[in-house]
Nanobody, 122 residues
């Protein structure tokens, strides 16, 4: 059963960058959709990006497209989220999740890692 560990969060000034990592243990990402989600205080969970999504491609939410880049390293069983030009509204707990290929909505993902806090100061 795959275990996920997200890391790389922290405090950064607006305009700065962070790279989040999602490491898989006890299994690999092969054949799965991997998603990054975030949840800000008093807000719902938002999908930020996914790799190997329903059409086999990567996708980004409108709020991060052009600023965030998702990538994977199969040899390291890791997925990354490079976050550039960060804004205060990007402040949230970021979590990675794995689901059957084609997963899109949060409820379709079967395994979740513990989130990592990202705080962007203005």
């Amino acid at each position: 059963d795959v275990q996920l560990q997200a890391s790389g969060g922290g405090l950064v000034q607006a305009g700065g960058s962070l790279r989040l990592s999602c490491q898989a243990y006890d299994d690999t990402f092969d054949g799965y959709t991997i998603g990054w989600f975030r949840q800000a205080p008093e807000k719902g969970r938002e999908m930020v990006s996914c790799i190997n999504c329903a059409d086999g491609k990567t996708h980004y939410s409108d709020s991060v497209r052009g600023r965030f880049i998702i990538s994977s390293d199969n040899a390291k069983n890791s997925v990354y989220l490079q976050m550039n030009s960060l804004k205060p509204e990007d402040t949230a707990v970021y979590s990675c999740a794995v689901g059957p290929q084609g997963s899109w909505f949060a409820h379709e993902y079967s395994h979740w890692g513990r989130g990592t806090q990202v705080t962007v100061s203005s």
